[in-house]
C-alpha cells in the first residue's frame, strides 16, 4: 500500500521565492494534517483538513503560509515570499477523521537562502 | 505554550539495558496519548498508545505507562538493540478534540553497541 507521498524530499530556493510543497494522502483517509519540525518546537502543527475543508489553520505563522487541499487526494502547502527562518522539514499526514493514527510522508527538507 | 513537553532532549543507553523515556502535558482534557519513532530522513511512524482509562499498556518490547494525576507518562523499552536509536515523539489529543494530535519535542535515543 502507498504511504503519504510528499514531494519534493528536499528544496533549495532563494530568499523572496515563492515555495510550493505537495502531499498525496493515503487513499481513503479524509484528514490531512500539515506539520513543521524545529528543534525548539518538535512537530508544530500549522494546519489540517477534513474531508477537504480547513479545520483548523491557527498554527499558521504568518499570512505568507497558506495551505489548499482541492480533492481528497492532494494538498499543498504554499510559502510566498519564503525567509530564512521558514527553513525547516515539513512533514504532511493522513489518518482517518474518527480517530485513529496519523500517518506521516517523508518531509519535505526546506532549506531558504 | 508547549502542552506536550519531553524535556530531555537525548539519551543514551548501553545495549540490553532499559530506556525510559519521559512526557509531561499541561492539558487536563487529553485522554489519549501515543509515541512515535523517527529515524533520519524519514517520516514518524506510530509506535504504541495508550488511552487514560488504562495506566499500562505494552507491545512486545515497549511499554507506555500513564500516570494522570501527575499528567506524566513514560515509554520504556527492554531490552534496548541498537536499532531502537531514533527520535521519540510523544504525542497526545483530546477525545472531543477531534483528531488533532500535540506532540512533544523529541528525545533522541542512541543505544550503544
Known amino acids: 500500500d502507498a504511504g503519504v507521498i510528499q514531494s519534493p524530499r528536499h528544496e533549495v530556493t532563494e530568499m523572496g521565492q515563492e515555495v510550493t510543497l505537495r502531499c498525496k494522502p493515503i487513499s481513503g483517509h479524509n484528514s490531512l494534517f500539515w506539520y513543521r519540525q524545529t528543534m525548539m518546537r518538535g512537530l508544530e502543527l500549522l494546519i489540517y483538513f477534513n474531508n477537504n475543508v480547513p479545520i483548523d489553520d491557527s498554527g499558521m505563522p504568518e499570512d505568507r503560509f497558506s495551505a489548499k487541499m482541492p480533492n481528497a487526494s492532494f494538498s499543498t502547502l504554499k510559502i510566498q515570499p519564503s525567509e530564512p527562518r521558514d527553513s525547516a522539514v515539513y512533514f504532511c499526514?493522513?489518518?482517518?477523521?474518527?480517530?485513529?493514527?496519523?500517518?506521516f510522508g517523508d518531509g519535505t527538507r526546506l532549506s531558504i537562502l | 505554550d508547549q502542552q506536550v513537553k519531553q524535556n530531555s532532549p537525548s539519551l543514551s543507553v548501553q545495549e540490553g539495558r532499559i530506556s525510559i523515556l519521559n512526557c509531561d502535558y499541561t492539558n487536563s482534557m487529553f485522554d489519549y496519548f501515543l509515541w512515535y519513532k523517527k529515524y533520519p530522513a524519514e517520516g514518524p511512524t506510530f509506535l504504541i498508545s495508550?488511552?487514560?482509562?488504562?495506566d499500562k499498556n505494552e507491545d512486545g518490547r515497549f511499554t507506555v505507562f500513564l500516570n494522570k494525576s501527575a499528567k506524566h507518562l513514560s515509554l520504556h523499552i527492554v531490552p534496548s538493540q541498537p536499532g531502537d536509536s531514533a527520535v521519540y515523539f510523544c504525542?497526545?489529543?483530546?477525545?472531543?478534540?477531534?483528531?488533532?494530535?500535540?506532540f512533544g519535542t523529541g528525545t533522541s535515543l542512541t543505544v550503544i553497541p
Open positions: 499526514a493522513s489518518s482517518f477523521t474518527d480517530g485513529g493514527t496519523q500517518h
Open positions: 495508550i488511552s487514560s482509562i488504562k
Open positions: 504525542a497526545a489529543s483530546e477525545y472531543n478534540g477531534g483528531n488533532q494530535f500535540y
